[in-house]
């Protein structure tokens, strides 16, 4: 027999019974029956029941096991009695009566239970993180993570996808997040970065000819943590593909999502087909590009409702800018001065001066509150209609220049639907969010700048770049987002050097910089780029979803903290002299920093 095991603890079955079993793994769970010990053992694989009474050679050693212990046991596998069977997991129906007992290692006190699943300080959890992932919620995540990359690699290279690995140390790139950097020991004062995406790489990998990409991808970007972004680092699957247009993007893409989250959505049902929503549809409609489609609210604008009205807040401002609309946001079953007086109270705690409320209490009465009173009855009832609204519901109010409300809007939006209950939980709701901008205006700079990826192709090429309003052209871009949640970001890449230098010249960009920071890509161009484009979903967030979580955390095997450290590690860790000698480089830190 096997030094540590004949079988896992997942493994024994009712075919098993009479036979002679070796089992290794982790003490779950010690129950005391009046002398006659339970032991549940865990190992990767599952939990199997051991046994053990007074009359047991192993009962004096059983006595003394503590939680987490790792032992070995020698039993006999014979049938739970009929009452005791466990029908919830794999080998509910047998258990182990031990003839023996070793101790292979002993466990110190814990500093939180591996049994159930209580929450815990994420710094107790993080720095603990190798206790943390026996817990069984946690396993389970990281168990299924590993079989949606699994499946995903298999899926793609189905799909006549080739698999490449990019490099890791890289130059530093002006656009996106901050960069890692990384100094260079043998070029002095010279630094590498890490990759926050490997766009470029990718690129170039069609213009070597390769025409269909994939990898899943380490990213690196020094941004602040959230619940739906790590850290530091995450992965991506990245696509690329030559030869495509923006559709041909969708068609390889969407089968795999759709089918990725049939597979391990546990029978929630996937949007069939993915809607293709423009941006300033998807603003105006649900106040962000990252809609949850399972909420059912749109929005509307009803300005020509309150121009020149008795709502003189309204109908003031619209007089006075011709840019100011009025946004409804109905709210089914919301037909109550309670709710309407408590989502205004919310608006006032997200620092808005309020938020005008019409409710229908009944189809005689009409609509009620202020606002009603103030505009008339016929208004209203233009409203209600315009809404799709009667007796028990509300519509509530914002105004202003739309891209100064409309993310509040979407907020609003969410609120509404969460607090009546209108939001279908139980499944996933994708969407392709398409005709991004291709540049915005930088407030702070007070110049055009990249909208999203310098890299796109903006539609009408080149013409529209000499010939249109920056802000007026929209580029081949396009984001895929499910429950909220924006999985990824894509494009049709520009593959014409002369858009590109043209496409930075606009966004402020002197030529130089352009060759400095992106002279591989430029010279690329200019020997025979094929049309190309693709899209990198993020992996994490795609794993979170299916999980159920809410946070990455749940889903990364070793994640930082907030702050962006590695509590268990130690990192980020101070240098040795000698190491920062090597590297040629000198701390300027404040005395606050270096205490």
């Not at 053990?52 to 050693?61: E, R």
Request: hydrophobic residues 40%; negative net charge.
């Amino acid at each position: 027999m096997h030094l540590y095991r004949s079988h896992t603890c997942g493994a024994l079955r009712q075919t098993d019974i009479g036979a002679e079993a070796r089992l290794s793994g982790w003490v779950h769970r010690i129950r005391d029956h009046g002398g006659l010990l339970f032991i549940d053992l865990r190992d990767h694989y599952g939990i199997t029941q051991i046994v053990a009474d007074p009359d047991s050679p192993a009962f004096a050693q059983a006595e003394t096991l503590r939680a987490e212990w790792v032992i070995r046991v020698d039993g006999v596998v014979r049938e739970r009695p009929g009452e005791t069977k466990n029908a919830a997991i794999a080998t509910g129906a047998v258990e182990v009566f031990a003839n023996a007992i070793e101790v292979l290692s002993k466990a110190d006190d814990l500093p939180l239970p591996v049994f159930g699943d209580a929450e815990y300080p994420e710094e107790t959890r993080l720095r603990y993180r190798f206790l943390d992932l026996r817990r069984e919620r946690l396993h389970r995540n990281i168990v299924r993570r590993g079989q949606i990359i699994s499946w995903i690699r298999k899926r793609m290279n189905d799909g006549g996808f080739a698999e490449f690995q990019t490099p890791i140390l890289t130059a530093s790139s002006p656009e996106g997040a901050r960069d890692f950097l990384v100094p260079s020991r043998l070029h002095p004062g010279k630094f590498y970065a890490l990759p926050q995406a490997p766009q470029q790489f990718k690129q170039l990998l069609m213009i070597a000819g390769f025409d269909r990409y994939f990898q899943i991808a380490p990213c690196f970007r020094d941004e602040d943590a959230r619940a739906d972004r790590s850290p530091g680092e995450f992965y991506q699957l990245d696509i690329e593909m030559s030869f495509v247009t923006q559709e041909d993007v969708f068609q390889a893409v969407e089968p795999v999502l759709r089918e990725l989250f049939v597979e391990f959505g546990d029978g929630r049902p996937v949007t069939e087909v993915f809607p293709r929503i423009p941006y300033a549809e998807a603003i105006r409609k649900y106040g962000s590009d990252k809609p949850d489609l399972r909420n059912p609210i749109e929005m509307q604008s009803v300005t020509e409702q309150f121009a020149g009205s008795g709502f003189k807040v309204f109908a003031n401002m619209i007089a006075a800018d011709k840019e100011t609309e009025i946004w409804a946001i109905p709210a089914k079953s919301g037909g109550s001065r309670a709710f309407c007086d408590r989502m205004n109270a919310w608006a006032q705690g997200e620092g808005q001066p309020g938020l005008g409320y019409i409710f229908w209490r009944d189809e005689e009465e009409g609509g009620a509150g202020p606002v009603a009173k103030n505009i008339g009855p016929e208004r209203t009832a233009a409203i209600a209609s315009q809404l799709g609204l009667a007796a028990g519901d509300a519509a509530f109010f914002v105004a202003g220049k739309p891209k100064t409300f409309a993310a509040f809007a979407g907020l609003a939006r969410n609120k509404v639907a969460r607090d009546l209950g209108l939001v279908d939980e139980d499944r996933f709701a994708f969407c392709w969010i398409v005709d991004f901008p291709m540049f915005e205006w930088n407030d702070e700079e007070k110049r055009v700048d990249f909208s999203h990826n310098p890299f796109s192709m903006p539609q009408g090429e080149l013409e529209a770049l000499e010939t249109k309003d920056p802000l007026t052209i929209n580029a081949y871009q396009y984001d895929v987002v499910c429950n909220g949640i924006e999985l990824s970001s894509g494009a049709i890449r520009n593959h014409k050097p002369e858009i590109m230098r043209r496409a930075f010249e606009i966004a402020g960009y002197d030529q130089s910089v352009l060759e400095s920071k992106f002279g591989g890509m430029l010279r690329a161009l200019q020997y025979g780029a094929p049309p190309h484009g693709g899209i990198a979903p993020g992996i994490d967030r795609m794993v979170m979803l299916l999980c159920g979580e809410e946070n990455l955390r749940e889903v990364v095997v070793f994640p930082m903290n907030q702050k962006a450290e590695d509590l268990l590690m130690g990192a980020p860790s101070e240098a040795t002299p000698k190491q920062l000698r090597e590297l040629h480089i000198r701390l300027n830190l404040s005395p606050q920093q270096a205490s």
